[in-house]
């Protein structure tokens, strides 16, 4: 028996950091959204009880490091699992680009194997489970637009966003997202206004969606990467509405409304950058089959 499952990438509209906790995480509030760029996880049962991952990519482990491993040695050893199980990743989403691949995997990886292996896990527990791999998995077991707080993993669903075209441009580098969070100085830090997100969101205001885009890590990947500054001035020259690093980075996202606009932006990136992607903003969340 087989199945598959769609791991789609999250953009960050919003990313606020309150302070740095006891346990070395940073409390957040941020507002996520899945957008149509997607892994696709294939499950299937094999002989005996390992678990196998194959990749095409060299940048992808194959091994325990591998969050879609770790999220189905978790289910494996927490419901006595004596199966095996093969995990192939075909990997569309780029890899350390801040659009939160690996979560997304292990948060697929969730969904399919409560499925495949009819544990019964509502959506809820699955996300429960998903905090213990990442502070992303949380919200890629949902997926849609939510609000995260805590280390990440405390969601609160929202609508979906106004619709419009998200162009996504990754520069040819990788960003740790420890070290990031490592050099970020919390004094004098300018704070994107969340809450105002929350509110453009729910009154699908586009506009207040734009001017509301706002993440603090920027503060320290654009000084330490020029390229990403590079590519956002770029993308406003050719014409986006609003412009943003996601996650830690190093990717750009750009928004724009009109169809010609996108198709603009898209090829004036594609002259420089290897990376570009134009697609949709997915917005609701997922639901178990
Ligand atoms: C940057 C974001 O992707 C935005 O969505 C997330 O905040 C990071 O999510 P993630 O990659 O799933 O993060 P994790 O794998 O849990 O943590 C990686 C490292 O980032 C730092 N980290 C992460 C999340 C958080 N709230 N505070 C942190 O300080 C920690 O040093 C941690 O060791
Ligand atoms: N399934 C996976 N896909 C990609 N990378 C993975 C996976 N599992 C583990 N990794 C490791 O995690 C590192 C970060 O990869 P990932 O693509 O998840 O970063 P990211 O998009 O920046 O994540 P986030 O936005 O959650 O911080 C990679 O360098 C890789 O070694």
């Known amino acids: 028996m087989k199945l598959m499952e769609k791991a789609p990438a999250k953009i960050n509209l919003a990313l606020d950091v309150l302070f740095k906790r006891p346990d070395g995480y940073h409390e957040v509030e941020m507002i996520m959204t899945t957008v149509d760029l997607a892994d696709r996880?294939?499950?299937?049962?094999?002989?005996?009880?390992?678990?196998?991952?194959?990749?095409?990519?060299?940048?992808?482990?194959?091994?325990?490091?591998?969050?879609?491993?770790?999220?189905?040695?978790i289910l494996k050893e927490r419901y006595d699992v004596n199966k095996g199980v093969s995990i192939t990743i075909e990997k569309n989403i780029p890899v350390a680009a801040g659009l939160a691949g690996g979560s997304s995997d292990a948060a697929a990886t969730l969904r399919g194997l409560n499925r495949l292996w009819r544990l019964g896990l509502s959506l809820d527990e699955l996300a429960e489970i998903g905090a213990e791999i990442g502070s992303d998995v949380s919200f890629c077991v949902y997926g849609g637009t939510a609000l995260a707080k805590g280390r990440g993993e405390k969601i609160t669903h929202l609508p979906p966003p106004?619709?419009?075209?998200?162009?996504?441009?990754?520069?040819?580098?990788?960003?740790?997202?420890?070290?990031?969070?490592?050099?970020?100085?919390?004094?004098?830090?300018?704070?994107?206004?969340?809450?105002?997100?929350?509110?453009?969101?729910?009154?699908?205001?586009?506009?207040?969606?734009?001017?509301?885009?706002?993440?603090?890590?920027?503060?320290?990947?654009?000084?330490l990467y020029p390229e990403v500054a590079n590519i956002k001035n770029q993308m406003k020259t050719f014409g986006a509405d609003a412009v943003l690093m996601s996650g830690s980075g190093p990717t750009v996202f750009g928004l724009v409304e009109h169809d010609s606009r996108m198709q603009r932006i898209y090829n004036g990136l594609r002259g420089f950058c290897d990376q570009v992607y134009a697609v949709r903003l997915l917005g609701t969340q997922n639901r178990l089959e």
């Not at 009880?49 to 040695?73: E, T």
Request: charged residues 20%; aromatic residues 6%; proline residues 6%.
């Open 41 to 73: 996880i294939e499950l299937k049962e094999i002989p005996g009880k390992s678990i196998r991952i194959l990749s095409h990519n060299r940048f992808v482990p194959d091994d325990h490091r591998n969050l879609a491993y770790q999220a189905a040695h």
């Open 162 to 223: 106004p619709n419009c075209w998200v162009i996504l441009a990754k520069p040819t580098l990788g960003v740790s997202t420890a070290d990031v969070y490592k050099r970020l100085q919390l004094s004098d830090m300018e704070h994107p206004d969340v809450y105002g997100m929350i509110a453009a969101i729910e009154n699908n205001d586009y506009q207040k969606v734009c001017s509301g885009l706002g993440n603090v890590l920027e503060q320290v990947t654009l000084p």
